[in-house]
């Protein structure tokens, strides 16, 4: 294989650092900042393994009086290994090693409090990546969220809290359980997003707000209950808050997710929620102008597989207008 010119440059960066007078200290923390470039903006999968191979590099150069600069190369590399495209089982479960052996040294040598959270954030993300491989548990994961949630308050970090809170929904949603104990996990998921949203709004966090709103629709729209329409409509005034963010021109894919999104919900939803047993064309036709909207935006963007998803439901509703 040809080295890219990012490897080339990464190469030389390395030999110019071990030949450098630098102390062993500062050329650790030089190969750590370099990796950290690397991973924050990475254009190709190989700048991720520059970033492994570099805070592989800085790992190395540590003895046992570099305990806490060894556990970050640990978790840059644990960073570098979840974020790679398509990376499988096998290096989630690397990272997963990597946090595993990092998190007890942050905590032992006084890392800051927000260091630590951010590992334990990352852990639970790779633990919840990993329970569809039935490598991790998905209660291991919810434990590690709300150990990063401790630090990651609303007050001083709306931003992490609101992802915190996301992901322990969406790891609620994913739990194994009985189908007559279903209703108590879209519950779980319904109260941890509508908790968040206490505090996060959208003048101040827009983004996460949309997130957040979006997410709840789709956990109401689903929720087993004896409400169903109760439900759908509380759904589709979800998805209506999302959009006063998303739209097709700022954030195109999020948008088209949120109006397929409302697009289902419209149908099931009876025209006249009093009278459920009648048709619901208006609302057919809404949710086909959506979902037609959905798939140009998919198809546009080459998200191939989300627009073949909405071509088959768009039949559907096709075939539902028709039967009028």
Request: charged fraction near 20%; hydrophobic fraction near 45%.
């Amino acid at each position: 294989m040809i080295p890219s010119v990012t490897d080339s440059a990464v190469k030389a960066a390395m030999d110019v650092i071990a030949s450098s007078p630098a102390t062993t200290q500062e050329k650790i923390e030089m190969l750590i900042e370099m990796a950290q470039g690397f991973q924050k903006k990475p254009k190709t999968a190989q700048d991720l393994w520059n970033a492994v191979s570099l805070c592989q590099q800085a790992h190395d150069l540590c003895g046992e009086d570099n305990l806490l600069w060894k556990a970050r190369a640990k978790v840059g590399i644990a960073g570098a290994l979840k974020a790679i495209p398509n990376g499988g089982e096998q290096l989630l479960l690397e990272a997963k090693t990597a946090y595993e052996e990092a998190l007890p040294i942050l905590q032992q040598t006084l890392a800051p409090a927000e260091e630590v959270a951010e590992a334990q954030m990352n852990f639970g993300l790779v633990l919840q990546s990993l329970v569809p491989f039935n490598l991790a548990r998905i209660t291991d994961s919810i434990q590690a969220y709300q150990k990063a949630l401790q630090v990651f308050t609303w007050q001083k970090y709306p931003q992490e809290y609101a992802i915190l809170h996301n992901n322990i929904a969406i790891a609620y949603l994913s739990m194994p359980l009985a189908s007559e104990r279903e209703y108590l996990r879209q519950g779980l998921a319904v109260q941890t997003f509508e908790e968040a949203l206490k505090h996060i709004r959208l003048i101040n966090h827009p983004r996460e707000y949309a997130m957040l709103q979006n997410n709840l629709g789709n956990a109401l729209q689903y929720l087993p209950s004896s409400h169903p329409l109760e439900n759908i409509v509380r759904a589709i005034a979800a998805y209506n808050e999302a959009l006063k963010v998303r739209n097709s021109k700022d954030t195109p894919l999020e948008y088209a997710n949120t109006i397929s999104n409302k697009a289902n919900a419209l149908f099931n939803l009876p025209d006249d929620p009093e009278k459920p047993e009648a048709r619901n064309l208006k609302n057919l036709l809404q949710a086909r102008a959506y979902y037609q909207e959905a798939w140009e935006i998919f198809m546009r963007h080459e998200q191939i597989e989300q627009a073949q998803v909405v071509a088959q439901v768009l039949q559907e509703v096709e075939a539902e207008i028709g039967n009028g």
